[in-house]
């Protein structure tokens, strides 16, 4: 099992994703851009726990440097479930706007737009001073699109590909120790 994991590793690193080095920010379409013009943004507040915390450090590592098949942009949208993520596990970031949506609202984005590519955030696992947290990106297209032949099964979501991230906590605040990547 460790080979496979090293093995994309090297993959990841080859392409950026994940990684710790920063990669110019991605334009963003157009009706993508409008369409998010639909929905209110999400204003980061301040973390609550230790999950809250790790998860900023993820999205923000995202934020800067992508995934597998996502690349950094100004826009991110992140899938919510129930309550979680919550406002409190974005980062602050004044470059970068957040958008936290439910199912319902991303299928409304991708209508608009005709695709949407989110994040979807696992919860952390937390073990004394360190932890593993990993993030998924997904794709939903539009009705129309995914009806043209196709049926509305092959909407979506899909899930692609994402990341996973071993952290420690340092002095109280919780770091990247390394990025450990994988493809679905």
Known sequence: MRQSIVGVY???????ACSTTRVALT???????????????????LPRSDSDSIVATALEQIAFHGTVDLPPARLVVVKRDSA?????????????????L???????????SG?????NVG??????????VSVGTAL?????????????????????GGCAWALKRVKGS????????FIV
């Open 140 to 160: 939903v297209i539009d009705t129309a699109r995914a009806d043209r032949g196709y049926g509305r099964y092959y909407r979506g979501p899909w899930n692609l």
């Open 174 to 181: 919780w770091r990247v120790l390394k990025p450990l990547c």
């Open 27 to 45: 334009p963003q379409p157009p009706a993508l851009v409008e369409a998010l013009r639909h929905v209110p943004a999400t204003s980061p507040s």
């Open 115 to 119: 695709e949407l590519s989110y994040l």
């Open 102 to 112: 439910t199912e319902d609202d991303i299928r409304r984005v991708a209508d608009r």
């Open 84 to 100: 979680f993520p919550s406002s409190s596990a974005l980062p602050r970031i004044g470059s970068i706007t957040f958008f936290l």
């Open 10 to 16: 090297a993959i990841c690193a080859l392409t950026g």
């Open 123 to 132: 919860h952390p696992k937390i073990i004394g001073d360190s932890a593993v």
